[in-house]
């Protein structure tokens, strides 16, 4: 079953995520379009990873509903989380080819081995984000910008319809933040996915995004579109801490 | 020495089996804890189990079942108890096993009359290792393998990286919780033989060894079973022919094995390179 072409392609409905007797994500009402990119903006401990882990269904929730529309059984969507990177051991006896094909185990389900179908996807993907000539290097010898690549092959190969990326620049130079977004944004619109991505790269809001949404201890202190979200006072407001924002070709930028 | 002539004895025998199958399920243990930075945690269910077995003993019981009863149980409390995040892994591994020193100790004061049998838990002796011990090994190497065999792309993905492994779908708790009742299992059955103290190096050194020397899994678990066997095999032959005590002969091959490994390591040459 194809779902309506007007139908969201995320809805949270009543949201409510409780941990140790405290509401962490308390969301009335969330909707996101197909192909919209929303970016997620907030304090360190506002809610923005696990309102990911709640459209990824790794959270049990205290009240409320999320439907993903979309490709999958039933007209179901699939959802990737491209979940925020760590340092990992250089040693570690696993290849960036093999990591990324990680993304396909859990729908091959088990005693099922990955085939050549599996192998062949993930070098494509591998190709599409930059960093097909890696497939053979240890996950942990890559660079910060290359593990982050191959994290981004591996959540396309669940063959998403709505792509999660929490905060998919953070411990980067300035030069492989500018790769990744980059990628990211060709990625979205080749692809077609809608896509959240949580991150604290304010600059890159409005290149990106569609909108942007603000959350406060959990909840949604703003959501609006991208070129209205660099507001100094808006941000200000957000991060308890004063913004500048200035206009350079056209484009707003946000100076701290 | 006639080392072939060895073989004749059938206590040998079963100790050169008895030496093989702990090779191999010790040294599969290891690598998940290698992987998974949790190399205290053998330490931990070996302590575990000695204390269950004397707890058996105590209640005039098998110790094997105390054993596993106290292995698996351990198990099960240091993952949740570490995965809460109240207190980090290393905290959740440290208080159990300091609790199960302290049942272990209480229990040698409980026991009546010669503590030989309880201390021979903690020792253990390959050499009076009994035909039960030996199935009893064999089928936890077997059942080992098997797993490997079966579930190899969950467990890589789990013990290379439970992060990723969890966003991309698999039930990671889950494979990680199975990972430390094999390891409780393991434990268990080397309990006898290796014992309690020693089981500990045999489920390490192997596997920190192979690591050094592979970034491919499969090699890593193929190595690792096989510096784990050569270490108890070579152990044994070394302990008859120069009348050394079996046990830290093992131990003391699979250290020197660990030496040899970590100074030949291409990975030590590429961090070389790279800094």
Same mark, same amino acid.
């Given at each position: ?17 409780? *941990? ?19 970016? &997620? ?27 993903? *529309? ?25 290849? &960036? ?155 707003? &930028?946000?100076?701290? | ?275």
């Amino acid at each position: 079953m194809t779902p309506a072409a007007d139908s969201p392609a995320v809805a949270l409905t009543d949201v409510r995520v409780v *941990r140790q007797g405290r509401a962490v994500l308390d969301i009335p009402r969330l909707e996101l379009a197909r192909g919209e990119f929303l970016g &997620v903006i907030g304090p360190n401990g506002s809610g923005k990873s696990t309102l990911l882990a709640v459209v990824a269904g790794r959270l049990r929730l205290a009240a409320g509903r999320v439907a993903v *529309r979309g490709s999958g059984r039933g007209g179901r969507g699939r959802v990737a989380l491209a979940a925020q990177m760590t340092a990992l051991d250089p040693r570690l006896p696993i290849s &960036v080819l093999e990591s990324v094909m990680v993304g396909a185990y859990a729908e091959l389900g088990l005693l099922r081995r990955p085939g050549p179908e599996v192998r062949a996807r993930a070098r494509e993907l591998l190709a599409l984000v930059g960093v097909a000539h890696l497939e053979n290097r240890p996950i942990g010898r890559c660079s910060g910008g290359e593990a982050q690549r191959a994290a981004i092959a591996r959540a396309l190969l669940r063959r998403p319809d709505v792509l999660l990326l929490d905060e998919p620049t953070s411990a980067l130079d300035w030069r492989a933040r500018r790769e990744i977004l980059e990628c990211i944004g060709e990625i979205h619109a080749r692809l077609g996915l809608t896509t959240l991505m949580v991150t604290h790269e304010l600059n890159a809001l409005p290149v990106l995004c569609g909108r942007v949404l603000a959350l406060r201890d959990g909840r949604p202190a703003w959501l609006r579109p991208a070129r209205e979200a660099l507001d100094p006072q808006r941000l200000a407001a957000t991060f308890d801490v004063p913004f500048t924002v200035l206009a350079h070709r056209d484009r707003p &930028v946000v100076l701290f | 020495m006639d080392l072939l002539g060895l073989l004749d004895h059938a206590f040998m025998r079963h100790a050169l089996l008895a030496g093989a199958f702990a090779g191999v399920c010790c040294s599969l243990a290891g690598v998940f804890a290698v992987l998974m930075r949790l190399t205290f945690i053998g330490v931990c269910l070996a302590h575990a189990a000695f204390a269950g077995g004397l707890l058996a003993m105590v209640f005039g019981l098998d110790p094997l079942v105390g054993a596993l009863a106290l292995s698996l149980g351990s198990a099960a409390v240091i993952g949740p108890m570490a995965d809460r995040g109240d207190v980090s892994p290393d905290t959740a591994v440290g208080i159990v096993f300091s609790a199960m020193l302290g049942v272990a100790i209480l229990c040698i004061g409980l026991l009546p009359g010669s503590r030989a049998e309880a201390l021979g838990l903690f020792w253990g002796n390959i050499l009076t290792v009994s035909a039960r011990d030996v199935w009893l090994l064999g089928g936890t190497a077997l059942a080992a393998l098997a797993a490997l065999g079966l579930f190899f792309k969950e467990i890589q993905a789990v013990a290379c990286h439970r992060e990723i492994a969890a966003a991309a779908g698999l039930p990671a708790t889950a494979i990680f919780y199975g990972i430390l009742c094999f390891t409780g299992v393991t434990v268990t059955a080397c309990l006898p033989s290796v014992g309690g103290l020693l089981v500990y190096s045999l489920i390490i050194n192997p596997a920190a060894a192979a690591y050094q020397l592979t970034y491919n899994l499969r090699r890593m678990f193929l190595l690792a079973a096989a510096l784990g066997v050569a270490s108890c095999e070579a152990g044994l032959l070394l302990a008859a022919r120069f009348d050394l005590p079996a046990g830290a002969s093992i131990v003391l091959v699979s250290s020197a094995l660990f030496v040899v490994c970590a100074t030949l390591s291409p990975k030590r040459r590429d961090r070389a390179v790279r800094t």
